[in-house]
Structures are given as structure tokens and as C-alpha cells.
């Protein structure tokens, strides 16, 4: 077998992390053109349209610090490797892991931007206790919980017209949530939510409209 299959079967068997993978596909140019070779492969993919049927360009692209974009790195992987019958047992880390963000993400961070992904994944998922390893409902009630903890709010929570915003101070911790309000402006109704910097009291207002 190849050296370059050798590389993706690394990955999705689990003994390359998916940082150590990225690397070695920038560096590589053999294991990128292999990818983006394969015509009959990336044109069955029609996500892979917005890439320009580029395996490269929505490698390159994916968030690899969050869940959502490690098992979208995966995937695709994995999908090469079926499509050109290559045997492999694939690990199954980063659907747990992806799956379990979905679990413990509350509605008032749904649809979180790249950055909650990211300090869900820091402060909360990998915080889990190791005792909790063996328990789902342990490791979900601990999640979430945690995520209380960190995602802070002088009454209740916002609701979201869209995605959720939720700033981040300069030392990247979640700001406190304080209140929300909604103002009509003309044809469209703007919604106001406001965060406070419990460190330096810093005030700050994100606008939504409907």
C-alpha cells in the first residue's frame, strides 16, 4: 500500500490527530493531488460544489479547531476510502465527540458560531472527569451544568432571533448576559441583546433583526 493511503488510513483509524493530519496535507503535494484527482469521487459530493470540487480547498477551509469541522475533515476521508474500496476500521472519536457537543449545546448557544464551538470543546468537553467516561448521562449532566457555569445571565437567557452571538471578552471568556429588547425601525424589527465584561464592566450591545 501506498505511502499516501497509509497517510488517510492514519487518520481515520485514529493514530494520526486530526492536527497532525493537516500539517502533513499541506506539506504534501502528492496527497493533495491524489485527492483532487479523483473526478468520479468529489462530483458525487455536491457540497463539495461551494470548493470549486476542490478536496483540498474544503479540507483547508474546515474550522479544525472545532467538532463540527474535525468530523467534516474525517468524512471526507472516510469517504475517499470507501469510495476507492480501501479496507479500514475507522474510529469513531470524532462523531463521539461531535454528537456529544450536539447533546449538551443549550438553546441559547444553538447555531453558535466557531468560536462557542471551540470554548465548548476546551472548557467544557475536555474538562469531563474521567470517572464520568463510562456514563453518558453523567458526562451530558456535567456538560451542562458546566456550561452554566461559564455562559453566565443576570435573569434568563437570551432567545436568539438568529444564530447566537454571544460575545467573548479580550481574555476569551463568555460575557454575562444582562437583557434583551426589541425596537422598530421602519419595516424591520431590530432586537437588542446586551452583555456586560464582569472584569472590566464593559458594556456590549448585539443587534438582530427580524
Known sequence: MDAEIE??????EG???????IELF???DTLRSRLDSNREFYYKHIYLKNYGYSVTAYILLQNAKSAGGQLNVFGIIESYLEANKIIFKPTDYYKKRYILLLDIQPQFLYSSCGQVE??????VIDTIP???N????????YCKAKIKELFRCETKYPYWLQNCEWPFNEKGEPMTF????????GDYIKYLYYFSDKDTG???EVEQYD
Open 202 to 204: 464593559e458594556i456590549v
Open 118 to 123: 471551540e470554548y465548548l470543546e476546551k472548557n
Open 26 to 28: 499541506k506539506v504534501s
Open 130 to 132: 474521567e470517572e464520568f
Open 178 to 185: 444582562l437583557y434583551q429588547k426589541r425596537k422598530k425601525e
Open 7 to 12: 497517510i488517510l488510513k492514519d487518520l481515520v
Open 134 to 141: 463510562k456514563s453518558k448521562t453523567k458526562r451530558i449532566q
Open 15 to 21: 493514530r494520526t490527530d486530526i492536527f497532525e493530519f
